[in-house]
């Protein structure tokens, strides 16, 4: 079973709508949950930490579900902008070397 | 401005040749990583350092050396430059090194294209 698992998609979703995708782990002892944000053939940028209670930041909410080891990213009134790979990042181990990234979600916004 | 700037942008060279990287940040993070990414594999550790003069190996460190003798600059050198080696080098910083919720801060990286 691979660490971090993310569905690559593409997810295409019409503007103004809600889209939501997982990510799994593989182990019930991570600690840190993150989404990055890439653009195409730019580098991952932080949209925003995971906390255990779960947190919104704007049109994004995060969940964290221990129980069944996955994290969720919810976008809602989508926007042309949202348009992008979206990264799941765990940290597995523990140590500064245990941030595993999952291999990302494709999302298209389509007008 | 404060921040973690990679350079160069892009890199051409050829195989057997040896080439660095360069990356500094001005935040004063107590750690540092250099990630390569490639189609299929996502995001992959080559090094990570903790601190000046600290540095550990990640998950595909062969082929690869790395220094931190200041804390604001962690060059990556590729000793020998094979077309393998042809990837998005991504360096990142961070305060916690990713443990309890302090995330990676990234470079915009380097494009390096070993012929």
């Known amino acids: 079973r691979k660490e971090v698992e993310q569905d690559p998609g593409p997810f295409n979703v019409p503007e103004g709508a809600t889209v939501a995708f997982n990510c799994t782990y593989s182990?019930?002892?991570?600690?840190?949950f993150f989404w990055y944000r890439q653009d195409c053939r730019k580098e991952p940028k932080l949209l925003m930490s995971v906390y255990s209670s779960g947190n919104e930041d704007g049109r994004f909410t995060a969940q964290l579900n221990r129980a069944s080891q996955y994290i969720s990213l919810l976008i809602r009134d989508s926007k042309l902008s949202d348009s992008a790979t979206y990264l799941c990042v765990v940290n597995i181990g523990g140590g500064a070397d245990g941030l595993t990234f999952g291999k990302g979600t494709h999302l298209i916004i389509q007008p | 401005d404060a921040g973690i700037t990679q350079s160069p942008r892009y890199k051409i060279t050829e195989t057997g040749r040896q080439v660095t990287l360069m990356c500094h940040q001005t935040?004063?993070?107590?750690?540092m990583f250099w990630y390569r990414q490639d189609l299929g594999h996502g995001l992959r550790l080559i090094y990570y350092s903790a601190a000046a003069d600290i540095t550990d190996k990640g998950e595909v460190p062969d082929g690869y050396v790395v220094s931190r003798s200041k804390t604001e600059n962690f060059p990556l050198t590729l000793e020998s430059a094979t077309r393998s080696q042809t990837s998005v080098y991504f360096c990142?910083?961070?305060?916690?090194?990713?443990?309890?919720?302090?995330?990676?801060?990234f470079g915009n990286g380097t494009r390096l294209t070993v012929t």
């Open positions: 935040w004063s993070h107590s750690y």
């Open positions: 182990n019930s002892a991570s600690q840190s």
């Open positions: 990142a910083s961070s305060d916690h090194g990713g443990q309890g919720n302090s995330p990676l801060h």
